[in-house]
């Protein structure tokens, strides 16, 4: 059990290890850059890189290439990472080749310290099973949590990005423009929803309706509170209502809704602490009140029960 406990020590402080790693110290622009990088008004001049890393990156894009998988679950998984924010179409394979390498890197691992681990037969099977079982999963896991952490900085942003889009609409530009120049505008403070606004911009650009890029946006984020503000200028556009008074109203309830959102939290910050009070802070508190007077009773009362039994023995 012990031995057990302690390899799950050991995979948890890898994974938060390489977690730490990959954000602080991996460059994640890079990886942006190589899977399709941020849409832009600007263009720039590729520099120059190293013929390793282009060697590498095409190995890695092969891999994924032959990687079977079912088309379905090719559909799902590219929508999964155009939410996360890649929208290039080699995004895909090279999800699938970095879940091919962490199998194998796990199932290495696992072969190599296994004898440290176990003597036992059957757990020197189980443990390598297992470790690919985790590199499988690892990736998705990681992919979720990109997915959810993009959904929460695209909803935190959405309303000062509403009211910014009102000042334009009601200072006299067009939808268009208005979309534009808030991407623009929040390129450096919010740049998930201004890359989303960009691309809408593009698209419309591109000769789409303006209805069918907006659906785009719905369905390309997959974030709720986007849907609904998707559907409100649909809406808008279809019946001519006021644009500028639909958003202000919109933008108005999302602040409330925040706002009862973190009072919800607040009320529920007492029930999740009773845990951790009645298994950490209570023991400690009951030893120093308690503590000393209980020593007296080990010192004192003790004694005079031995006595009184020696007197009526």
Do not use: C, W
Request: proline share 4%; glycine share 8%; net charge neutral.
């Amino acid at each position: 059990m012990a031995i057990l406990l302690s390899l799950l020590l050991f995979l948890i402080l890898l994974g938060a290890i390489s977690y730490f790693g990959y954000r602080r110290y991996a460059r994640p622009g890079r990886v942006y850059e190589q899977l399709g990088g941020e849409a832009t008004f600007t263009t720039t001049m590729p520099g120059p890189t190293a013929a390793g890393d282009g060697m590498i990156i095409k190995i890695i894009q092969n891999l994924g290439e032959h990687v079977p998988i079912d088309p379905a679950d090719a559909s799902l998984l590219r929508r999964d990472l155009m939410a996360a924010g890649y929208h290039s179409d080699d995004a895909l394979f090279y999800y699938q080749a970095g879940r091919v390498i962490a199998i194998v890197v796990f199932v290495l691992l696992a072969l190599i310290f296994r004898g440290f681990i176990t003597q036992n037969g059957i757990l020197s099977i189980v443990i390598p099973v297992g470790a690919g079982m985790l590199g499988y999963f690892l990736p998705t896991l990681y992919l979720d949590h990109l997915v959810s952490a993009r959904h929460e900085r695209i909803r935190m942003s959405l309303p000062d990005a509403l009211d910014l889009l009102v000042v334009s609409v009601e200072a006299g530009l067009g939808l268009d423009q208005a979309i534009q120049y808030v991407a623009r505008e929040l390129a450096n403070t919010y740049a998930d929803i201004s890359e989303e606004l960009q691309l809408v911009n593009l698209e419309i650009r591109a000769g789409k309706r303006r209805v069918e890029a907006l659906r785009n946006l719905a369905e390309r984020t997959g974030e709720a509170e986007l849907r609904k503000l998707v559907a409100i200028l649909i809406q808008t556009e279809r019946f001519g209502t006021s644009i500028a008074d639909s958003l202000r109203t919109h933008s108005d309830f999302m602040r409330v809704r925040r706002r009862q959102e973190a009072e919800e939290r607040a009320n529920k910050v007492g029930v999740k602490l009773v845990f951790p009070i009645f298994f950490f802070i209570l023991p400690a508190m009951l030893v120093v009140s308690a503590g000393p007077g209980l020593l007296q009773v080990f010192k004192y009362l003790f004694p005079l029960m031995r006595q009184a039994g020696g007197v009526v023995n």
